[in-house]
């Protein structure tokens, strides 16, 4: 299996990527935050929990996100490996992460962490609010979203780091040059 961790602020390009590697390795696309926007469309218990988070540009408490992801790992019968984009989020998660793949006999081959600069996360994430109305992109939100990454998601890189699987990909320019330096990374990893 591959098994790889797509890293990044909002905004770096974790799901624009994550769409076009999942087409060239067969895997299976695994966003917290595209389950998480579902659940709120659908109106479920945990859409209606989540919502309050998700406006305010917060993290939903780790025991929801870790059900989630525990339910979709399982629904995949004999999958040829998984992006997680947007999950871990916190150390607590990548704890989590770790032991429910060597449950399963797998592991993560690389964290690949997209790095761009502020002013670019918020162009990028202000652009998406005015065409597509997502309610998390708009200004306030978004700061609150970078800040958050900060304080709680950034520690995830250094978990990563002391398994040596830790990997910076440059995350500004068309998406097919970024593609092209990922695609680079995973081929020394798999
Ligand atoms: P989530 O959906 O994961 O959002 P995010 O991390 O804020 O990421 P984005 O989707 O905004 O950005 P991205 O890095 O995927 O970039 P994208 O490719 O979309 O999470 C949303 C919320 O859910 C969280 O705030 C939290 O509340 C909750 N949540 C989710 N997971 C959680 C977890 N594990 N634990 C707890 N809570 C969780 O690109 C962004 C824009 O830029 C697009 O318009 C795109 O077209 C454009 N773009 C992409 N690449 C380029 C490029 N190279 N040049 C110019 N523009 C580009």
Redo the contacts with the bound molecule.
Sequence with gaps: MLNIVLF??????????AEKLIRKYGLIHM????I??EAISKKTPLGVR?KE??DK????P?ED?VNMVIKKLDAEKDPNGFIF??????CG?ARVLRNLLTDRNTRINVMIA?EVQEEELIN??L??GRESGRS??QLSVIKN?IA?YERDTYPVIDFYQKMRKYRSVN?????DE?FQRIVEVIDQMK
């Excluded at 990044?8 to 990527?17: A, H, L, Y």
């Excluded at 966003?31 to 595209?34: F, I, N, Q, R, V």
């Excluded at 984009?85 to 916190?90: A, V, Y």
């Design positions: 990044g602020p909002p905004g770096s390009g974790k799901g624009t990527q966003s917290t935050g595209d998480l926007r989540a988070y998700l540009g917060e993290l939903v780790d996100v984009d947007g999950f871990p989020r916190t998660q997209l990028r994430l652009k998406r998390d992109d979203r958050v995350g500004v320019g068309t998406v970024i």
